[in-house]
DNA sequence: GCATGATGCTT
DNA sequence: ATCGAGCATCATGCG
């Protein structure tokens, strides 16, 4: 902070965006860009990031992350250890809109994973003794059912060949062969991939990847000639949502779209994201219940002292005594795998490792 | 003490 | 103006 204050030239909040925008932007004369929806300067990462060239502001995103991950999470889990020494969030099973399950007090779906220092926070939640932490993914389980739901040649077949679906829409979007995808192009066929879950934009991919608004719309042109069904889905749900007032998931479960009929167009094509995403992500959450439940009572009907302490979304980790490590990898496996049979295969990754940081 | 906005963490 | 779903922290303003 001090190294802040002596580049300002004077000394401020630092976690006050209302103060950090008038030091940048009025005392240093940084150029400005985004405005923030209560009129003053937009001090967000994204806006920070184009004046990384300035040391103050370099020094700025590193005290952003520092101060964000020390806060949140090394103080404020802290204060949530119970007399036991564990952390017990509790697990909301009626709060979300898509059917996904949220957590809080604290919540433990959003432990840090990203940056090094995130890491080491995350190495620090450890199992008892003569337990270890055995965790299984869903891989691409909201593509995996893009891919079912829209009926898409191209996409079943990718996963059927089991090939990385980033790296492969690249090479078709890009019309090149597999081994010749760099890493920028599969970067950007990733965020159209994630886009397209989303109901995307040109202007919100362009934002997303750094291009330009035009070669964004390119990428996704290019993207729904090739994956076609993909395109026709989207048309036809958001058709069949407007019709019923409402989209539903793989298990028949519905969300209404009240947004779909109002007057503002912003709010109605947040409702049209929304119809595409919802039984998307909504049948991700129907099925990994279906997986949880299923994990939960063979683990109790085989009487395993192992147990599961937590989901977040695709991943289920369970603490696991030693001697049962195979035996919990299994029932992982096989009920997340088969917990319901899509056109495309449920691939789970397995790990285990001696604390929440895999690898 | 409570609400709201800005920001940032996850999937 | 413009990507889905959440929750926590801090600053700020109101009472």
């Given at each position: ?8 030239g ?28 209560s ?10 990031e ?6 103050i502001?370099d ?21 949530a ?8 969030s ?33 190495k ?26 829209a ?39 990733k ?13 919100s991919?362009?934002?997303d ?59 109605r ?6 119809a ?30 192992s ?7 695709d991943?289920?980790v369970?603490?696991t005594s ?18 319901f ?19």
């Open positions: 902070a001090s190294d802040i204050f002596d580049l300002a004077m000394t401020f909040n630092i976690n006050s965006p209302k103060q950090l925008g008038n030091v940048l932007f009025e005392e240093l004369k940084l150029p400005k860009s985004k405005t923030n929806a009129g003053g300067y937009s001090t967000s990462v994204d806006v920070l184009k004046l990384k060239m300035y040391p502001v020094k700025i995103l590193y005290y952003r992350t520092v101060s964000k991950l020390y806060s949140t999470y090394a103080q404020g889990l802290l204060s250890i119970s007399s036991d020494g564990r952390i017990h509790k697990f909301k099973q009626t709060v979300t809109a898509t059917g996904r399950i949220s957590s809080t007090d604290p919540n433990l779906q959003n432990i840090p994973i990203r940056t090094e220092i995130g890491r080491k926070i995350r620090a939640f450890i199992p008892e003794e003569g337990f270890t932490i055995v965790s299984g993914d869903y891989s691409q389980i909201e593509l995996r059912i893009l891919a079912h739901i009926q898409d040649k191209n996409m079943i077949k990718a996963f059927l060949d089991n090939e990385d679906i980033h790296t492969s829409t690249a090479a078709k979007v890009f019309s090149i062969p597999l081994q010749e995808v760099t890493k920028e192009q599969r970067y950007a066929a965020a159209v991939n994630f886009g397209i879950i989303y109901g995307i934009s040109d202007y991919l362009s934002q990847i750094n291009v330009s608004v035009k070669n964004a719309g390119k990428y996704i042109k290019d993207y729904l000639e090739h994956y076609s069904g993909v395109k026709e889905y989207m048309e036809r749900i958001v058709k069949t949502a407007i019709e019923n007032g409402y989209v539903k998931t793989i298990y028949g479960r519905r969300r209404y779209l009240p947004e779909l009929s109002s007057p503002k167009h912003s709010v094509e947040f409702g049209k994201r929304v595409l995403n919802a039984p998307i992500q909504g049948s991700a959450a129907d099925i990994m219940k279906i997986a949880m439940i299923k994990v939960y009572n063979e683990l109790k009907t085989k009487k395993l002292k147990r599961l302490i937590l989901q977040v979304h991943e289920l369970i603490e030693i001697d049962e490590i195979e035996e919990v990898k299994s029932i992982l496996l096989h009920n997340m795998r088969d917990s049979e899509l056109s495309v295969p449920l691939e789970i990754d397995l790990s285990q490792q001696n604390s929440l940081l895999k690898g």
